[in-house]
């Protein structure tokens, strides 16, 4: 049994058919004209972003190369500082060194002052004098104890100095070490392109990192460190100036002085062989007396001996003829001239007896003054052998003006990081 066909839908009328159909069209027309529209602005859209991302990528990237120049231009200007600054430290130890070596110079003039002095000092008597000797040794060795404090306070000046250079020194280093590494990040920045392998999307890339700076912090960050190292060599350079006039200055007093005490001394040791020969001379005259003198005394108590003989002649002859008898016994002219010899015998005999009183005396002072004379001339030579040993102590001492003259033999200097040349902490790319 065949099926029934179905019952037909719901049936429109043809005015609803062409309502129908046109609306179909008119749909369909404002659908390719919204289609059209769209496809003109997203054409124009995509021409306009392409422009704008091109122009944007070209402008990043000038940007890049001006950021790059700026970078590489303050890069060469730490390198010029830095290198400038290793060129004042090697120069500031170099006139350090030669501080030291001044004051390591001064401690022969100091000791050889100090052993004249000690020297000296061994006189006995009236030779231990505080003469223009003594004051020029003593003022000779007040001016090396200053001039060696002098010196070491430039020398400790010199060493804080070369501190300060030093940190000024590590700061553009570590400034140049991160131009450096900017610079490598700003130049593989302008090296990638869209086509390169390394690019890939970010998280958050527009985020501010922590303890970033301005430009003008930038750039005040770096003109800062160079001014600080260019202060700094300033001072250095004033320093190594102060050094080289504080040097020659006291080399010339110590020259001075020098000349001044040797000076001194020759004419101290002039006068004391003066002094020496006039006591020789004198004590040769002296012995000479005492040698007349002796014999004068010989003379004199030979004479008082025979005129001692002579008075007991005479007065024997008087005392026989008062044995003489009776009338005999006359005072006549044989007793007048007995009596007158006996007196002229006796005035002799006590004036002979007085001078040898007096030459006994004359010859023991004689003799006292003598045996002075031998100790203050034995002093004397001592002294003179003191004089004699401080000079010879004092050949010691080189003539500046011949050390002068020496040429000095530069070597390499090592500044206080130990090294004769500061590198930078970055590595060569």
Same mark, same amino acid.
């Given at each position: 049994?065949?099926?029934?066909?179905?019952?037909?839908? *719901?049936?429109?009328?043809?005015?609803?058919?062409?309502?129908?159909?046109?609306?179909?069209?008119?749909?369909?027309?404002?659908?390719?004209?919204?289609?059209?529209?769209?496809?003109?602005? =997203?054409?124009?859209?995509?021409?306009?972003?392409?422009?704008?991302?091109?122009?944007?990528?070209?402008?990043?990237?000038?940007?890049?190369?001006?950021?790059?120049?700026?970078?590489? %231009?303050?890069?060469?200007?730490?390198?010029?500082?830095?290198?400038?600054?290793?060129? +004042?430290?090697?120069?500031?130890?170099?006139?350090?060194?030669?501080?030291?070596?001044?004051?390591?110079?001064?401690?022969?003039?100091?000791?050889?002052?100090?052993?004249?002095?000690?020297?000296?000092?061994?006189?006995?008597?009236?030779?231990?004098?505080?003469?223009?000797?003594?004051?020029?040794?003593?003022?000779?060795?007040?001016?090396?104890? %200053?001039? &060696?404090?002098?010196?070491?306070?430039?020398?400790?000046?010199?060493?804080?100095?070369?501190?300060?250079?030093? +940190?000024?020194?590590?700061?553009?280093?570590?400034?140049?070490?991160? $131009?450096?590494?900017?610079?490598?990040? /700003?130049?593989?920045?302008?090296?990638?392109?869209?086509? #390169?392998?390394?690019?890939?999307?970010?998280?958050?890339?527009?985020?501010?990192?922590?303890?970033?700076?301005?430009?003008?912090?930038?750039? &005040?960050?770096?003109?800062?460190?160079?001014?600080?190292?260019?202060?700094?060599?300033?001072?250095?350079?004033?320093?190594?100036?102060?050094?080289?006039?504080?040097?020659?200055?006291?080399?010339?007093?110590? /020259?001075?002085?020098?000349?001044?005490?040797?000076?001194?001394?020759?004419?101290?040791?002039?006068?004391?062989?003066?002094?020496?020969?006039?006591?020789?001379?004198?004590?040769?005259?002296?012995?000479?007396?005492?040698?007349?003198?002796?014999?004068?005394?010989? =003379?004199?108590?030979?004479?008082?001996?025979?005129?001692?003989? #002579?008075?007991?002649?005479?007065?024997?002859?008087? +005392?026989?003829?008062?044995?003489?008898?009776?009338?005999?016994?006359?005072?006549?002219?044989?007793?007048?001239?007995?009596?007158?010899?006996?007196?002229?015998?006796?005035?002799?005999?006590?004036?002979?007896?007085?001078?040898?009183?007096?030459?006994?005396?004359?010859?023991? $002072?004689?003799?006292?003054?003598?045996?002075?004379?031998?100790?203050?001339?034995?002093? $004397?030579?001592?002294?003179?052998?003191? +004089?004699?040993?401080?000079?010879?102590?004092?050949?010691?001492?080189?003539?500046?003006?011949?050390?002068?003259?020496?040429?000095?033999?530069?070597?390499?200097?090592?500044?206080?990081?130990?090294?004769?040349? *500061?590198?930078?902490?970055?590595?060569?790319?």
């Amino acid at each position: 049994m065949s099926a029934l066909p179905a019952k037909p839908g *719901l049936r429109h009328s043809v005015s609803e058919w062409h309502s129908n159909n046109h609306q179909l069209s008119a749909t369909a027309q404002h659908e390719r004209h919204v289609s059209n529209v769209v496809r003109q602005e =997203g054409r124009s859209l995509r021409n306009e972003t392409n422009c704008k991302t091109t122009w944007d990528e070209n402008d990043t990237s000038r940007r890049l190369s001006d950021r790059i120049w700026d970078v590489a %231009r303050w890069k060469e200007a730490l390198e010029t500082c830095a290198q400038k600054v290793d060129e +004042e430290m090697e120069a500031l130890t170099l006139s350090k060194e030669q501080t030291e070596q001044a004051l390591a110079a001064t401690a022969v003039p100091l000791e050889v002052s100090s052993e004249c002095l000690t020297l000296r000092d061994g006189r006995r008597g009236y030779e231990l004098v505080v003469d223009p000797v003594h004051e020029q040794l003593k003022t000779e060795v007040e001016l090396i104890e %200053r001039v &060696q404090q002098d010196l070491q306070q430039h020398i400790d000046k010199a060493f804080e100095q070369l501190c300060v250079l030093q +940190e000024a020194r590590h700061q553009l280093t570590a400034d140049l070490q991160n $131009k450096m590494d900017a610079l490598d990040i /700003d130049m593989s920045c302008l090296s990638l392109t869209i086509t #390169s392998p390394q690019i890939s999307l970010k998280t958050n890339p527009t985020r501010i990192p922590s303890g970033s700076s301005t430009p003008q912090e930038w750039v &005040q960050f770096s003109q800062y460190n160079v001014a600080r190292a260019q202060e700094a060599m300033q001072v250095s350079q004033q320093m190594r100036e102060d050094m080289s006039l504080t040097r020659a200055q006291l080399q010339n007093e110590l /020259d001075i002085q020098r000349r001044a005490t040797e000076f001194a001394l020759r004419k101290r040791n002039h006068h004391e062989e003066q002094a020496r020969d006039e006591l020789e001379w004198q004590i040769r005259n002296t012995e000479d007396e005492m040698a007349e003198m002796e014999s004068d005394i010989h =003379g004199l108590d030979a004479d008082l001996q025979a005129k001692t003989a #002579s008075l007991k002649l005479a007065h024997t002859r008087l +005392e026989n003829r008062t044995n003489r008898p009776g009338m005999d016994r006359c005072r006549d002219e044989v007793q007048h001239g007995l009596v007158d010899e006996v007196h002229q015998l006796e005035a002799t005999i006590t004036a002979l007896k007085q001078k040898l009183s007096e030459a006994q005396h004359s010859l023991q $002072k004689m003799k006292l003054h003598h045996s002075r004379m031998l100790q203050d001339l034995s002093r $004397k030579q001592e002294a003179l052998s003191l +004089e004699q040993r401080s000079m010879n102590t004092r050949t010691r001492l080189a003539s500046p003006s011949c050390t002068d003259k020496t040429p000095v033999l530069l070597v390499p200097l090592t500044n206080s990081s130990g090294r004769s040349n *500061l590198q930078l902490l970055y590595s060569e790319r």
